[in-house]
T-cell receptor
């Protein structure tokens, strides 16, 4: 299947700092990428949908100024958690799909811990 | 509101047994129904998927049964193995883009 690479897999940062998470589609052009947040033993919570070259669409309750999403190319989307706080600690997962393929592929996730 | 309802929340099956996870959806506009398998600390991986014009799809030990009139679909894992122990998510796709996920089922296969 298609490969979506997500980095870093784990990051620990101090409160108040910013953290960038990268999501790359390695063998297909991802016209749409999604960012999720997942709490332990819980389902995937969609944060935002990004289409290449346009602004991300955020779900209700997700602060767009705190969770900056950039989808500058067909193979790369980034999520930047700005001024991170302990409550932002979570497992963040990206997914991607091509315009010509109905399938959705996920990255391996990033465990963010804010001290 | 929950677009896709999944049950059970957790499931324990003996090795060699059949694991069955059920999902129900509300909107008949959904056009694609995938199942994902997630191991702890990893992202979900696409397991098997079905379109609504098919009533059953089988890939190895994994089978999706789809009942369009009842708006239900289920995942059957035959000859369940300890390595199948994971969390399983069903999903439904709104035409175009948006995917809606079930709440997940934690499967434990005991030797």
């Amino acid at each position: 299947g298609a490969v979506v690479s997500q980095h870093p897999s784990r990051v620990i940062c101090k409160s108040g700092t910013s953290v960038k998470i990268e999501c790359r589609s390695l063998d297909f052009q991802a016209t749409t990428m999604f960012w999720y947040r997942q709490f332990p033993k819980k389902s995937l919570m969609l944060m935002a949908t990004s289409n290449e070259g346009s602004k991300a669409t955020y779900e209700q309750g997700v602060e767009k100024d705190k969770f900056l999403i950039n989808h500058a190319s067909l193979t790369l989307s980034t999520l930047t958690v700005t001024s991170a706080h302990p409550e932002d600690s979570s497992f963040y997962i990206c997914s991607a799909r091509a315009a010509t393929n109905e399938k959705l592929f996920f990255g391996s996730g990033t465990q963010l811990s804010v001290l | 509101q929950q677009q896709v309802k999944q049950s059970p929340q957790s499931l324990i099956v003996q090795k060699g047994g059949i694991s069955i996870i059920n999902c129900a959806y509300e909107n008949t506009a959904f056009d694609y129904f995938p199942w994902y398998q997630q191991f702890p600390g990893k992202g979900p991986a696409l397991l098997i998927a079905i379109r609504p014009d098919v009533s059953e799809k089988k890939e190895g030990r994994f089978t999706i049964s789809f009942n369009k009139s009842a708006k239900q679909f289920s995942l059957h894992i035959m000859d369940s193995q300890p390595g199948d122990s994971a969390t399983y998510f069903c999903a439904a796709r709104w035409p175009g883009n948006q995917f809606y996920f079930g709440t997940g089922t934690s499967l434990t296969v005991i030797p």
